[in-house]
């Protein structure tokens, strides 16, 4: 584990005593580019880190360690501790296909151009696109922390957001009656850990080996788990 100094300051001065459900609402400008969940504690951690961090970009690429990343979330389990953000949800969403597209265009001349590999190289790549009104998370943590950091970090979601993809129009995080960061009706809100579920309430049978906590992409933070598939 990767340990900063200005990060483990922020992790000490997070208090759990402040934490309590909430209900975050993203309001978009446009659609979002996915082929997988838009995670809200991936959000949280990278807005941690660059807040944390803010010469982040010249730091040396090192992809074999976890950097220790402490986030203003509750957490379960012990072994294999996740925290309590779900997924994001939408009522109504409307699938489409766009394109990233490049063409080279250059005067004819007698040199042949090759335009199948190399800094010429034209493509066409459809991308699964997603448009919502607003996408809605669950979580369980420090309401007035995770809104500042989320307002001042978080412009965007999902891939291609330099293209336009995933604009957010508003962040608004509030109160909420309901503590669903994890779990609602019997039905997981994120992946969770097989190893971490007999605390939960869920009628659930559906696993996948898949990440619990951020980052997403990373091989050691994979796991067997429960996932938000499931239909009670």
């Given amino acids: 584990m990767i340990h900063y100094p200005s990060l483990d300051a922020y992790g000490e001065q997070i208090d759990p005593d402040t934490f309590e459900p909430m209900k975050i609402t993203f309001e978009m ?35 074999s360690e976890l950097i220790y990343i402490p ?13 309590a953000a779900s997924i994001g949800y939408a009522d109504q969403i409307v ?31 459809p991308m699964p696109t997603m448009w919502a009104e607003s996408w809605v998370f669950y979580a ?4 007035a922390e995770c809104t500042r950091l989320l307002q001042l970090h978080i412009s965007a979601i999902g891939k291609k957001c330099s293209q336009g993809f995933g604009q957010i129009k508003n ?34 049978d559906v696993e996948m080996y898949y990440a619990y906590r951020p980052p997403y992409w990373h091989r050691l933070n994979m796991t067997q788990c429960y996932m938000p598939l499931c239909r009670v």
Avoid at 98 to 122: A, C, F, L, N, P
Avoid at 183 to 202: L, N, T, W, Y
Wanted: hydrophobic letters at 30%; glycine letters at 8%; a negative charge.
């Fill in 29 to 63: 400008r446009s659609p979002i580019v996915t082929t997988d969940y838009i995670f809200l504690d991936g959000l949280i951690s990278s807005a941690v880190f660059k807040d944390c961090i803010p010469n982040h970009y010249d730091l040396p690429q090192d992809t």
């Fill in 71 to 83: 986030l203003p979330l509750k957490q379960y389990g012990t072994e294999e501790p996740f925290y």
């Fill in 95 to 125: 699938e489409g296909i766009d394109h990233w597209r490049k063409r080279t265009e250059i005067e004819t001349t007698k040199k042949k151009i090759q335009v199948g590999s190399g800094q010429y190289k034209m493509y066409d790549i």
């Fill in 140 to 143: 369980n943590g420090n309401i």
């Fill in 171 to 204: 962040i608004t995080v509030e109160a909420s009656e309901h503590d669903w960061g994890v779990v609602k009706e019997g039905v997981p809100m994120r992946p969770i850990p097989v190893s971490e579920a007999d605390g939960f309430d869920m009628d659930c």
